[in-house]
């Protein structure tokens, strides 16, 4: 099983950016199809954002599309988040995941159930 680990969070204004980034350790990363959830309090845990085992196939969420930028770095093991004018709604911890079931072309499912790994998240907090 893979290990994953988040970092980048912070407090930022509205309008604001940050840099999630997420590094796994114990499996090939390659071998995994990434994604990025968050969960905001008394929320439950949302899609964010998904990206291929190549990289070369993306999908996000309606409410972050044009605004978040998934990427992923094969040779560091890392895969990051780019998020941009952000919004107080989008306030949550954001986690990393990993899936193991698709080919290299094929995003993951939009649900937590499609992701075999988490990591622990980063809180991400925008003030108004």
């Known amino acids: 099983q893979v290990q994953l680990v988040e970092s980048g969070g912070g407090l930022v204004q509205a309008g604001g950016s940050l840099s999630l980034s997420c590094a796994a350790s114990?499996?090939?990363?390659?071998?995994?199809?990434m994604g990025w959830f968050r969960q905001a309090p008394g929320k439950e845990r949302e899609f964010v954002a998904a990206i291929s085992r190549g990289g070369l196939s993306t999908a996000y969420a309606d409410s972050v599309k044009g605004r978040f930028t998934i990427s992923r770095d094969n040779a560091k093991n890392t895969v990051y988040l780019q998020i941009n004018s952000l919004k107080p709604e989008d306030t949550a911890v954001y986690y990393c995941?990993?899936?193991?079931?698709?080919?290299?072309?094929?995003?993951?499912?939009?649900?937590?159930?499609?992701?075999?790994?988490w990591g622990q998240g980063t809180q991400v907090t925008v003030s108004s």
């Open positions: 995941a990993a899936d193991d079931s698709r080919n290299y072309y094929s995003v993951p499912g939009r649900q937590p159930a499609d992701f075999g790994s």
């Open positions: 114990g499996r090939t990363f390659s071998r995994y199809a």
